[in-house]
């Protein structure tokens, strides 16, 4: 059974940080890249980051490159996402999950439950 649960979404006003969690759980860590993806009301899901469970390479989507930055904790089996410089555009329900490497978008049926980012002023 896959098992994704994401924490540490909340509101802030741009310029502001967060920092994502997730753990996941073994079956599905063991996959070859996990990472985040978001869907804001009304778009079409985006992925944002991935990062390959063995080996530590990442990508990152063009609009959060040097802002975002996506990190690993295997052995607790813990996926992170260090959001600087917010913007109102980054607001979206981000999801953890399994995914495709090179575009964070997610793998069918591997994502978690979400955790919702908000930026305003």
């Known amino acids: 059974q896959v098992q994704l649960t994401e924490s540490g979404g909340g509101s802030v006003q741009p310029g502001g940080s967060l920092r994502l969690s997730c753990v996941a759980d073994a079956s599905t860590y063991a996959k070859t890249c996990m990472g985040w993806f978001r869907q804001a009301p009304g778009k079409e899901r985006e992925g944002v980051a991935s990062?390959?469970?063995?080996?530590?390479?990442?990508y990152y989507t063009d609009s959060v490159k040097g802002r975002f930055a996506i990190s690993q904790d295997s052995a607790k089996k813990s996926l992170y996402l260090q959001m600087n410089s917010l913007k109102p555009e980054d607001t979206a329900m981000y999801y953890c999950?399994?995914?495709?490497?090179?575009?964070?978008?997610?793998?069918?049926?591997?994502w978690g439950q979400g955790t919702q980012v908000t930026v305003s002023s």
């Open positions: 999950a399994a995914v495709y490497c090179r575009s964070a978008i997610p793998i069918a049926g591997y």
């Open positions: 990062i390959y469970t063995r080996g530590g390479g990442t």
